[in-house]
C-alpha cells in the first residue's frame, strides 16, 4: 500500500505567501516587512522629495495656499512634549527652518522614510535648522521612545501636548512640512519621499541664509 508523503513542494505557493503574511501580522512585523518594501522604492529615486526654488521663496511677498493668513507663524500657540518628558513651545523654533515630519510607528511609508530623513538631519546644521519628528501614535510616549531607541535614531522626536494646529493637517501620513526661518509653510509633501537628496539639502541652506 502507498502512502503519500508530506512534501513542502505539495503545498500551494499562495497558502505559504498567506502563512507567512500571518505570522507577520501576529508578531507585529508586518510594518517592518512592508517598510523594508517601500525603502526599497525610495532607493530608486523615483520618489524624491518635490521642494520649490529658492529664488521664488525668497522673493515671494505673498502669503503661500499653504499658510494660515495673519498668523505670526504656522503652529503658533501649538505645544509639543518630546521624548525627554520637556514640553516645547512650536513658535520657539521661530528663527530656523524647521523639517516637520508627521509620523507613526504602526505605519509603513513612514518607517521606509525615516532612515533617509535621519542621514540629512546630520548633515544639517541644528544651529540652522530643526527637525521636528512629530509621532501622532496613540500608544503613549513608551511606545514610541522604545521605537526610536531600537532604532537608534538621533534626532529630535515629539508628540503633541495640544490641539494640533489647523494648518498642520493633512489626509496623508506621513506628511512632511518645510517652515520658514520667518514661520511661513513653503513645502509641503505628502506621502513618503526621500529627504536627503542635493536639491533639499541646497533648499534647506538656502533658507537659512
Same mark, same amino acid.
Given at each position: 500500500m502507498n502512502?503519500?508523503?508530506?512534501?513542502?513542494?505539495?503545498?500551494?505557493?499562495?497558502?505559504?505567501?498567506?502563512?507567512?503574511?500571518?505570522?507577520?501580522?501576529?508578531?507585529?512585523?508586518?510594518?517592518?516587512?512592508?517598510?523594508?518594501?517601500?525603502?526599497?522604492?525610495?532607493?530608486?529615486?523615483?520618489?524624491?522629495?518635490?521642494?520649490?526654488?529658492?529664488? $521664488?521663496?525668497?522673493?515671494?511677498? $505673498? /502669503?503661500?495656499?499653504?499658510? /494660515?493668513?495673519?498668523?505670526?507663524?504656522?503652529?503658533?500657540?501649538?505645544?509639543?512634549? =518630546?521624548?525627554? =518628558?520637556?514640553?516645547?513651545?512650536?513658535?520657539?523654533?521661530?528663527?530656523?527652518?524647521?523639517f516637520l515630519n508627521i509620523w507613526a510607528t504602526w505605519c509603513p511609508p513612514c518607517i521606509a522614510e525615516m532612515p533617509n530623513i535621519h542621514s540629512l538631519y546630520k548633515k544639517m546644521d541644528p544651529n540652522k535648522v530643526a527637525f521636528v519628528m512629530l509621532s501622532v501614535d496613540e500608544g503613549g510616549m513608551g511606545k514610541v521612545k522604545k521605537f526610536i531607541d531600537k532604532k537608534g535614531y538621533t534626532f529630535p522626536v515629539y508628540m503633541p501636548a495640544s490641539q494640533f494646529p489647523q494648518e498642520f493637517y493633512s489626509t496623508a501620513i506621513p506628511t512632511t512640512f518645510i517652515i520658514s526661518p520667518d514661520g511661513k509653510i513653503v513645502a509641503k509633501q505628502e506621502g513618503m519621499a526621500e529627504y536627503d537628496t542635493k536639491e533639499v539639502r541646497e533648499f534647506l541652506e538656502g533658507l537659512a541664509k
Open positions: 502512502k503519500n508523503k508530506f512534501s513542502i513542494k505539495n503545498i500551494p505557493g499562495w497558502a505559504i505567501t498567506l502563512g507567512i503574511f500571518g505570522i507577520l501580522y501576529l508578531t507585529g512585523l508586518h510594518t517592518e516587512a512592508i517598510g523594508q518594501v517601500q525603502r526599497i522604492l525610495l532607493a530608486t529615486g523615483i520618489k524624491n522629495a518635490d521642494v520649490p526654488n529658492i529664488d $521664488e521663496i525668497a522673493t515671494a511677498s $505673498e /502669503t503661500t495656499s499653504f499658510e /494660515t493668513a495673519g498668523a505670526n507663524m504656522a503652529g503658533a500657540g501649538f505645544k509639543m512634549v =518630546g521624548l525627554d =518628558g520637556k514640553t516645547v513651545a512650536f513658535e520657539s523654533l521661530k528663527g530656523k527652518v524647521v
